[in-house]
């Protein structure tokens, strides 16, 4: 059965310094994501188009939602095939390309989870299930350049 999900969020700009946006570098990039019953995430542009770097970009945060989609579907796929995973991060990579008159798009994004299992006898199918989490990522599935996957996984134990 097909379903469709809805996603409502709110995004206000409070970079008004006084002069609105009179002039490109009148205004801050200062923004506020907001999503009811949720705490708000700070958000600017990128430093290199005046943002604020203490605040998330939205091109971070696009990275980001890629590597949180992929590492939930690849947490949902290793319980279904009783793998348990005790770490996960994630340290995601994404390039982005601008043209000379400003416009921009990602050309990839690279995953570099690194994992920690508990059994060594499931190693190898660990590792293959990334290939099943990208397939399955409704944001991988979402755009249109690679995203690539290099995990590492490491055996552990639970605490």
């Known amino acids: 059965?097909?379903?469709?999900?809805?996603?409502?969020?709110?995004?206000?700009w409070t970079g008004n310094t006084g002069k609105g946006t009179e002039s490109y570098r009148s205004y801050s990039r200062d923004h506020v994501?907001?999503?009811?019953?949720?705490?708000?995430?700070?958000?600017?542009?990128?430093p290199a188009f005046l943002g604020d770097k203490s605040k998330y970009n939205p091109e971070q945060i696009f990275v980001a939602t890629l590597s949180a989609c992929h590492m939930l579907w690849y947490l949902h796929?290793?319980?279904?095939?009783?793998?348990?995973?005790?770490?996960?991060?994630?340290?995601?990579?994404?390039?982005?390309?601008?043209?000379?008159?400003?416009?921009?798009?990602?050309?990839?994004?690279?995953?570099?989870?690194?994992?920690?299992?508990?059994?060594?006898?499931?190693l190898e199918l660990a590792k293959s299930l990334h290939a099943k989490a990208n397939e399955m990522c409704f944001i991988a599935n979402s755009v249109k350049f690679?995203?690539?996957?290099?995990?590492?996984?490491?055996?552990?134990?639970?605490?």
């Open 1 to 12: 059965m097909k379903r469709e999900h809805n996603y409502q969020i709110a995004v206000r």
């Open 33 to 46: 994501i907001s999503v009811d019953g949720k705490p708000d995430i700070l958000g600017s542009s990128d």
């Open 77 to 122: 796929l290793c319980s279904d095939a009783g793998i348990v995973i005790v770490e996960y991060i994630d340290q995601a990579i994404g390039i982005m390309d601008e043209d000379a008159d400003g416009k921009g798009r990602f050309r990839e994004v690279t995953l570099n989870p690194e994992i920690t299992i508990t059994d060594s006898s499931k």
């Open 146 to 159: 690679p995203v690539y996957h290099k995990p590492v996984v490491h055996i552990g134990v639970a605490d």
